[in-house]
């Protein structure tokens, strides 16, 4: 069964850290994997898309890397601010599905 | 980049009444789209995958009488929730990929209808 799970499901730090959010998925023939941002009770809003031929994407205070042999990817976030403060969700599209299979996400509180 | 529209964003509603929800894509075409549910602080789950002119394809557990899927168009999908129940309640988001499946292939994702049934 193809599965995403996230780890931790919650994390607290103060401002200023910097911090790294986990990703894990059990099938490596992917065609790519999203990271997203939701603010409660919003949409999505798509951080980071990683095809499956690269090894990471950079976006501002945001690096995302994939390691498919492993089946994991990691979202680190530099100088977390409390403007980050949201819940932050894996997504993989597995090969042979178009549909993305999302983890639980992990919920972020950056204090100031 | 690409947009997703949804519309209602909020809709409150009574038992035994149907809503319709629409999922738009804006620039851009869209053979397949997908709706999702997602219950307070919980992840997202498929519920079905709505096909442009044939039937959709529904995820297992998930009532195909009960949620309707249209597709009748490139840009648009609509699910109606038939008599709708307070376990109904629920955020209910839509995507819908670009390109094919492979390494053009990227999905969007609508901001979501907040459904309350009463």
């Known amino acids: 069964k193809q599965e995403v799970t996230q780890i931790p499901a919650a994390l607290s730090v103060p401002e200023g850290e910097n911090l790294v959010l986990n990703c894990s998925f059990t099938?490596?023939?992917?065609?790519?994997l999203q990271w997203f941002r939701q603010d409660p009770g919003k949409g999505l809003t798509s951080l980071l898309l990683i095809q499956s031929s690269q090894r990471e994407q950079t976006s501002g205070r945001l690096n995302a890397s994939l390691d498919k042999s492993s089946g994991r990817s990691t979202l680190y976030i530099a100088a977390s601010q409390p403007g980050d403060s949201a819940t932050y969700l894996c997504?993989?599209?597995?090969?042979?599905?178009?549909?993305?299979?999302f983890g639980q996400g992990t919920r972020l509180t950056i204090n100031p | 980049g690409a947009v997703v529209s949804q519309h209602p964003s909020w809709v409150i509603c009574k038992s035994g009444t149907s809503v319709k929800i629409e999922c738009r894509s804006l620039d851009f075409q869209a053979t397949t789209m997908f709706w999702y549910r997602q219950f307070p602080k919980q992840s997202l789950m498929l519920m079905a995958t709505s096909n442009e002119g044939s039937k959709a394809t529904y995820e297992q557990g998930v009532e195909k009488d009960k949620f309707l899927i249209n597709h009748a168009s490139l840009t648009l999908s609509t699910l109606t929730v038939t008599s709708a129940h307070p376990e109904d309640s629920s955020f209910y988001i839509c995507?819908?990929?670009?390109?094919?499946?492979?390494?053009?292939?990227?999905?969007?994702f609508g901001p979501g209808t907040r459904l309350t049934v009463t």
């Open positions: 995507s819908a990929p670009t390109g094919t499946s492979g390494t053009n292939y990227e999905q969007y």
């Open positions: 099938d490596s023939a992917i065609y790519n």
């Open positions: 997504a993989v599209a597995f090969q042979g599905a178009q549909k993305l299979v």
